[in-house]
């Protein structure tokens, strides 16, 4: 990679002097903000450094309000939002308007291929067409039974890591994305990759197990610097980087190779030239149900293999990697809030019994409704740990973005919208959008499920899909799979509970906190505090519930 940075600092270098004057004519020297310490990096190298997502941004945000200025990259200036406002403009309102950054694109390509996550404008469109079919809630709903018996199958294991023992310390982010892995294979592709069987023999469960953290976690400044690059360089210059013999390329390339060997096998399987009957018969998974629609459609919005490909790839990652993260963050707060994970487990037993006392075995979504503390718990844990916890836009024409919350300019003036330039990149901050205090109250510092039980919660300005949170993003861009991995939450919740009871690991006291929600790109990973080598790790000692 080292090779390349004279190639890059040389391009940069041109085009900064090619754009420098249109990078002055932004008008957001009004707009307070912390101190930039470097012109080269803007505050890209501070917020990746942080020691927990978010010690900066809620700083800032105490500081100058719900939107600041911040540094942008080869001395531009940025604008950072929490506001409710700003966000539900550019992820809703003008969501055509506000597009991903290149190096942001290229990134997802290098990972996922040309696939939902990676387009943008008329093509995500046709993209998530095309896919929506497969996410209707009642196709959703089909799939509860699966999360429950894979979420038994996770039981099981854990039964075995008991026997003879009190208690076991786990890693129970690395069990929970295996079952996951072994979820989305069979939801989405009616495949078994066979990751809680087999752990140690899974290829593809290895392959993605801290995908995020290996690739965007603490990267030097020669790094970022040649990522920064990537916005003003071609696509076919860009595409070439992907064989470039150093970390991260090599592990992404192993990752594509790895997961192309199943995705190629599986489209053979699905194919109708290949399978008619066997497509038409099963076809519950997400996968068939694409194909069908793919080619009941117009050639020319018609997805090719590649990118059949690469929704193989997008489903795999974000329908498991992210929902595993989730599920760790949500049994980690549980550990430090004992009494509330003692009221929930006590609900959903109450709620089995009534299962079990109409002759059921299993719950129904609509069983799910009637244990309120255990939706509120996935609310509030995705609240605290949002998957995402900043995405990047760029404005693609000047626009003005409006505020819910006022701020002050620097001579003192009451400002209520900001006129932005085409190509100003505006970073929306959903890690301090959901710390906001005027939205979620006081305590929103704090892991207090029993807010969403509060009235007012529903009457803000409305901005994400999913109890008013960013988490799951917002808008036309909002994630599909979003009720899919609530529905996974909640079922794997209920069976994990049901048996076990979760504490933090020894020497560690209830409230403390042994693990930081560390930044890696625009996502957070669960890293041991001050032990970033032991790589993405969260540990709970688990024993069996009374």
Known sequence: ????????????????????????????????????????????????????????????????????????????????????????????????????????????????GPGIVWSQGDMHTRHRRLMSPAFSMAHLQSFLPLFQRIGSKLVEKWKGQLHNVNEVELSVDAWLSRATL??????????????LEDADQSVLAKAYHGIFKDIDFRLPKVTLFFRATWDYLPLPILKLFKYIPAEPFTRLR????????YGREILREKRPE??????????????????????????????????????????????????????????????????????????IREARARVIARGDTDFTTEDFDGIPSLMNAVKESLRMHPGAAVLPRVATKDDVIPLAFPIVSTTGELITEIPVNKGHVIFASFAAYHRLPEVWGEDADVWNPDRFLRKDIDKQTNVGVFANLMTFSGGTNACLGWRFSVIEQQALTAELLNTFQFSLPAGTS?????????????????????????????????????
């Open 1 to 112: 990679m080292f090779t390349l940075v004279p190639i890059a600092i040389l391009a940069s270098s041109l085009l900064i002097f090619i754009l420098g004057p249109l990078r002055r004519r932004w008008r957001l020297k009004h707009i307070r903000g912390p101190p930039t310490k470097s012109w080269l990096l803007g505050h890209e190298y501070d917020l990746s450094r942080q020691n927990e997502v978010g010690d900066l941004e809620f700083t800032w945000m105490r500081e100058y309000g719900a939107t600041w200025k911040i540094g942008d990259l080869f001395g531009a200036h940025g604008l950072m939002t929490a506001d409710p406002k700003a966000l539900q403009h550019i992820f809703q309102k003008a969501s055509r308007n506000y597009m991903k950054k290149t190096s942001q694109i290229h990134v997802i390509w290098l990972m996922a």
């Open 182 to 195: 072994d979820i989305i294979g069979e939801a989405a592709f009616d495949y078994d990759y066979h990751a």
């Open 254 to 261: 192993k990752l594509n190779d790895t997961f192309t060997m």
């Open 274 to 347: 290949f399978d008619t009957e066997k497509l038409v018969g099963k076809g519950g998974d997400i996968m068939s149900i694409l194909i069908k629609a793919n080619a009941s459609s117009e050639a020319k919005t018609r997805l090719n293999d590649e990118e059949l490909l690469a929704q193989m790839f997008t489903l795999t990652l974000a329908g498991h990697e992210t929902t595993a993260l989730a599920l760790t963050f949500l049994l980690y707060e549980l550990a430090r809030h004992p009494e509330y994970q003692e009221r929930l487990r006590q609900e």
């Open 510 to 546: 209830a409230g403390a906190t042994e693990v930081v929600r560390a930044p890696s790109g625009t996502a957070m990973v669960p890293v041991v505090r001050n032990r970033p080598e032991l790589g993405s790790a969260l540990r709970l000692r688990v024993t069996f519930a009374p």
